[in-house]
């Protein structure tokens, strides 16, 4: 048998969404997969001290006699949710053996309980995504998830590869817990309602704004804001933001339908691996 969890970005959210508020999370291709063979009782490809390698160590029973093989299909580039993956193919394959029904609270529950590094906890948002394989808008104070749909009539989206990286985990510690999320959650609600109404101009300036409040935030590299400023100097290119910790790992583009090549040449010349467009 083999599981398989799409590649997640936060449209927007990745910070509102830690205290409280929403988040808009993409699901994409590449697929990580989960292969699982009844063999002899091993996990392959999973570090033991992350999430997944946790629950594994505490549900180790369940997995009784199977061979457990996680394929990244980022070759461990990072900033597409591989380690929440992990953690969510394990789960779904725990439910399926054990019989149980999913439940978001239990869910989410058990995630951070092994996610808790003493400093600001992960929303959970991203393996909610994953979970469902769909495009989901997450609410983490009522701990809500529904699906939603990137279906506007004339844009369409790509994402890309930085050479940066910043580990998330790490990050989450130095952020306070006064943390004002108000501005950025305003952002956040246009996008989803944007995308709900199919109305371009509420989606385009909600993420144009959602970023622009993490920059005055200082919560942007200065690699990332100095990209995206290269990339709107072109009139196809409608809305761009950094995404991940310190908007580092990726930047997603919201550009004119029937630029697409363009779009990708602009990006590739400024250094950017092109993953989904």
């Not at 009139?235 to 991940?244: E, H, P, S, T």
């Given at each position: 048998?083999?599981?398989?969890?799409?590649?997640?970005?936060?449209?927007?959210g990745?910070?509102?969404?830690?205290?409280?508020?929403?988040?808009?999370?993409?699901?994409?291709?590449?697929?990580?997969?989960?292969?699982?063979?009844?063999?002899?009782?091993?996990?392959?490809?999973?570090?033991?001290?992350?999430?997944?390698?946790?629950?594994?160590?505490?549900?180790?029973?369940?997995?009784?006699?199977?061979?457990?093989?996680?394929?990244?299909?980022?070759r461990?580039a990072?900033?597409?949710?591989?380690?929440?993956?992990q953690?969510?193919?394990?789960?779904k394959?725990?439910?399926?053996?054990?019989?149980?029904?999913?439940?978001?609270?239990?869910?989410?529950?058990?995630?951070?309980?092994?996610?808790?590094?003493n400093?600001?906890?992960?929303?959970?948002?991203?393996?909610?995504?994953?979970?469902?394989n769909?495009?989901?808008?997450?609410?983490?104070k009522?701990?809500?998830?529904?699906?939603?749909?990137?279906?506007?009539?004339?844009?369409?989206?790509?994402?890309?590869?930085?050479?940066?990286?910043?580990a998330?985990?790490?990050?989450?510690?130095?952020?306070?817990?006064?943390?004002?999320?108000s501005?950025?959650?305003?952002?956040?609600?246009?996008?989803?309602?944007?995308?709900?109404?199919?109305?371009?101009?509420?989606?385009?300036?909600?993420?144009?704004n959602?970023?622009?409040?993490?920059?005055?935030?200082?919560?942007?590299?200065?690699?990332?804001?100095?990209?995206?400023?290269?990339?709107?100097?072109?009139?196809?290119?409608?809305?761009?933001?950094?995404?991940?910790?310190?908007?580092a790992?990726?930047?997603?583009?919201?550009?004119?339908?029937g630029t697409?090549?363009?779009?990708?040449?602009?990006?590739?010349?400024?250094?950017?691996?092109?993953v989904?467009?």
């Amino acid at each position: 048998m083999i599981l398989s969890a799409g590649s997640k970005t936060f449209l927007v959210g990745e910070y509102s969404v830690l205290f409280g508020g929403s988040a808009v999370v993409l699901l994409t291709p590449p697929l990580f997969k989960l292969q699982v063979v009844k063999k002899y009782t091993e996990l392959i490809g999973v570090h033991e001290s992350s999430p997944a390698g946790k629950f594994y160590a505490k549900h180790r029973d369940i997995f009784q006699d199977l061979s457990l093989t996680f394929a990244d299909a980022h070759r461990e580039a990072g900033g597409f949710g591989a380690s929440s993956a992990q953690f969510v193919l394990l789960y779904k394959l725990m439910l399926q053996l054990s019989n149980r029904e999913f439940c978001i609270k239990d869910f989410l529950q058990e995630y951070r309980s092994f996610a808790s590094n003493n400093g600001v906890l992960p929303s959970g948002a991203d393996c909610v995504c994953q979970f469902s394989n769909h495009h989901t808008y997450f609410d983490s104070k009522t701990c809500t998830a529904e699906q939603i749909e990137f279906d506007l009539p004339n844009i369409a989206f790509a994402i890309f590869k930085t050479n940066f990286k910043v580990a998330t985990h790490e990050h989450l510690r130095t952020l306070q817990a006064d943390f004002d999320i108000s501005e950025l959650q305003k952002h956040t609600q246009n996008v989803a309602d944007g995308l709900k109404m199919k109305n371009e101009k509420l989606t385009i300036n909600g993420v144009n704004n959602f970023f622009q409040c993490l920059c005055e935030m200082s919560l942007v590299l200065p690699q990332t804001k100095e990209t995206v400023s290269q990339l709107k100097k072109d009139n196809a290119i409608l809305a761009a933001k950094g995404c991940g910790a310190l908007g580092a790992d990726t930047i997603i583009v919201l550009y004119k339908k029937g630029t697409k090549n363009r779009v990708i040449s602009i990006a590739n010349d400024l250094g950017l691996k092109t993953v989904v467009s």
